[in-house]
């Protein structure tokens, strides 16, 4: 089973920048998918970022303030957030899918723990 470790995040002004990192751990045969789902409070979880075979694709919510990359080795996924707003606000959430099912149908996908994004006016 896939195990991810996520950090960054935290608190930022309006109009500032903050850096999410997800790490996969332990021996992983292949990752199909993986990227950033995010829930604010009352809100239902939102994709935000994702690197399905390794393409890049951001949620036209954050499209020119976030950039999603993945490392050669397809191992961590990093979002760079830029120009904040406070209704970026939430619980981001990284995912990876290991297999084509997971790809598919979110059946097996992996998620990380969870980490707190706070956007102040």
């Known amino acids: 089973q896939v195990h991810l470790v996520e950090s960054g995040g935290g608190v930022a002004q309006s109009g500032g920048s903050l850096r999410l990192s997800c790490a996969t751990s332990?021996?992983?045969?292949?990752?199909?998918?993986m990227g950033w789902y995010r829930q604010a409070p009352g809100g239902q979880r939102e994709l935000v970022a994702s690197t399905t075979h390794g393409f890049p694709v951001v949620a036209d919510s954050v499209k020119g303030r976030f950039t999603i990359t993945r490392d050669t080795g397809d191992t961590t996924v990093t979002l760079q957030m830029d120009s904040l707003k406070s209704e970026d606000t939430a619980v981001y959430y990284c995912y990876a899918d290991p297999t084509i099912s997971a790809l598919l149908s979110g059946d097996g996908r992996a998620w990380g723990q969870g980490t707190q994004v706070t956007v102040a006016a």
């Open positions: 332990g021996p992983v045969p292949v990752i199909y998918d």
